[in-house]
């Protein structure tokens, strides 16, 4: 990582171990649910029934894209799409208890990882990390042009 001030590096990597962890934890996803489908229902997960509308902004994709992973997930039994009770013309969509079992199964395959990849810092640095990475979530919420985390990212 030539040209990259030390630190810079270092999140560089941090980031590609970040991303793996994800990556694998899709794995805890059944046979034949791919990755974006399990973004989204971890997504949906989190946000709850919503206008379909609103999941597409929080993933960050067009609505075009939510409709063809919808699509799939209902027919394996994993989303549900309904209306709006104010506005008829709205197209909800929400989890449903064996999505929900996917994306639990998804989460808690990652946050295992996590605490396993925090288990093997030293416990003198533990806390020092978790501050580091504390700060550096604070620092995205409030830095203009930076990705955040919020529901819809990876």
């Known amino acids: 990582m030539q040209g990259l001030s ?8 941090l980031t590609r171990v ?6 694998d934890s899709a794995h805890a996803a059944p046979r034949g649910v791919t990755f974006p489908q399990v973004r989204l229902l971890v997504v949906l ?13 929080a993933m960050g994709v067009n609505a ?27 197209v909800t969509i929400e989890v449903t208890a064996a999505g929900r079992e996917v ?18 810092v ?5 806390e020092a990390v978790s501050t580091a990475v504390r700060d550096l979530v604070l620092a995205a919420e409030s830095a203009p042009g930076v990705p955040t985390a919020g529901p819809g990212r990876l």
């Open 6 to 13: 030390d630190d810079v590096a270092a999140l560089e990597r």
């Open 18 to 23: 970040l991303v793996a962890v994800a990556w």
């Open 45 to 57: 997960d989190s946000l709850g029934r919503v206008p379909c509308s609103r999941l597409a902004e």
């Open 64 to 90: 075009s894209s939510v409709t063809r992973l919808a699509d799939k997930l209902e027919a394996h039994g994993y989303v549900v799409r309904g209306e709006d009770e104010h506005r008829r013309t709205v």
């Open 103 to 120: 994306a639990a199964g998804v989460v808690g395959r990652r946050q295992r990882a996590l605490s396993e990849l925090l288990a093997e």
């Open 122 to 126: 030293p416990a003198a640095r533990t």
